[in-house]
Nanobody
């Protein structure tokens, strides 16, 4: 049984940084593309980016470019989301997801494209 677990969320002041981690059991992270999403209260789940096993990355939207970075450590079976210069509008629950294959799906920003999800970790940015 696959279990995906996010960690590293918390309360941070605006302008601060956080690094989220995502590990999985029952699934070899090195063999699958992984993605990060977030969902703010009252909003749709939003794709942040997807990283393939060959580290091709797509990041969206523009508000995150230059501030967020996705990486992976296959030896540790872990994905990371580094978030810098955090803003109050980044407050959300952040989710990690694993794809069905080693490459990011064409519809990578669509949550339905991923079969495996974590429970999410809360990130709160105070202004």
């Amino acid at each position: 049984q696959v279990q995906v677990v996010e960690s590293g969320g918390g309360l941070v002041q605006a302008g601060g940084s956080l690094r989220l981690s995502c590990t999985a059991s029952g699934l070899t992270v090195a063999k699958y593309a992984g993605a990060w999403f977030r969902q703010a209260p009252g909003k749709e789940r939003e794709g942040i980016g997807c990283i393939s096993t060959l580290e091709g990355i797509t990041v969206l939207p523009d508000s995150m470019k230059g501030r967020f970075k996705i990486s992976r450590d296959n030896a540790r079976n872990t994905l990371y989301l580094q978030m810098n210069s955090l803003r109050s509008e980044d407050t959300a629950i952040y989710y990690c997801a694993a794809a069905r294959d080693y490459y990011c799906p064409n519809s990578w920003a669509t949550w339905q494209a991923y079969p495996y999800w974590g429970q999410g970790t809360q990130v709160t940015v105070s202004s």
